[in-house]
């Protein structure tokens, strides 16, 4: 009997010692947020890349009413951005490229000459990163019913930590640079990179557009190289003939 009770005795042991490990508790989504907000906001350059699918969505710009597809930007802190975005002129594809440092802009359609005139009035890039009010602090204050939704793996492979969340489109427009501004409920998923603590990616879902030939706007942001060296310098004036 004696030796069945150490034998006994002897596999608790050994299963107590093999026993899976306690789960860490998941993080908590508002302190998650707030940290990584607080770390891009130190941010001092990075570079984003922005796709359109589902329904068109407009905006108004110097040349009209325009569709933006894709746009590819580099910020370098405070306020300096440079963006080329493909859009649709009507029926017409084209590659827009703006510059700007503060209030002073420069835009451009591909192969013709850089103008020192306004293309996005009242678009200052200072705001994305060094204002309370506006620009991606305010975009990430505004979430709200924000839920950890569990680990993603990007496409690059980096692990993140997802969140889901709704939000007023106006209040979260600067996750877009605000050069494309929406309306309506949306919806935003957040995903902040794991080692990081950095929000890399934001899905926005605009569920009014939806039709019943195609699915609502999709904004997916993509946010990397932060604090990578880059110049931007403005572009030289246009000769005037002589």
Do not use: H
């Not at 984003?48 to 930007?73: C, P």
């Not at 506006?134 to 204050?141: K, S």
């Not at 949306?186 to 899905?203: E, H, S, W």
Request: charge should be negative; aromatic fraction near 8%; charged fraction near 20%.
């Amino acid at each position: 009997m004696r030796l069945w009770t150490l034998l006994f005795i002897g596999l608790l042991l050994l299963g107590g010692c093999n026993g899976a490990a306690t789960p860490e508790p998941p993080p908590d989504p508002n302190q998650l947020l707030t940290q990584a907000t607080t770390n891009i906001l130190g941010s001092e350059t990075l570079q984003i890349v922005l796709e359109r699918s589902g329904a068109d969505y407009a905006i108004q710009t110097e040349l009209g009413s325009a569709v933006i597809n894709r746009m590819e930007a580099q910020y370098l802190a405070p306020e300096t951005i440079r963006a080329l975005a493909r859009v649709m002129l009507g029926r017409l594809t084209t590659d827009i490229e703006v510059f700007a440092r503060a209030d002073d802009q420069w835009w451009r359609v591909a192969g013709t000459p850089w103008q020192n005139i306004p293309f996005l009035p009242g678009f200052n890039p200072r705001a994305l990163l060094q204002e309370e009010d506006r620009g991606l602090q305010a975009a990430l204050r505004a979430l709200e019913n924000v839920q950890y939704a569990g680990e993603a793996t990007l496409e690059d492979g980096s692990t993140t930590y997802r969140l889901t969340s709704e939000a007023d489109g106006a209040e979260v427009s600067w996750m877009l640079l605000y050069i494309i501004q929406i309306t309506g409920r949306v919806t935003v998923d957040v995903f902040i990179d794991r080692a990081l603590i950095l929000p890399v990616k934001f899905i926005i879902i605009q569920p009014e557009t939806a039709t019943d030939q195609v699915g609502p706007t999709t904004w997916n942001i993509e946010l990397f190289d932060f604090n990578e060296p880059i110049e931007l310098n403005a572009p030289a004036p246009t000769p005037t003939p002589g």
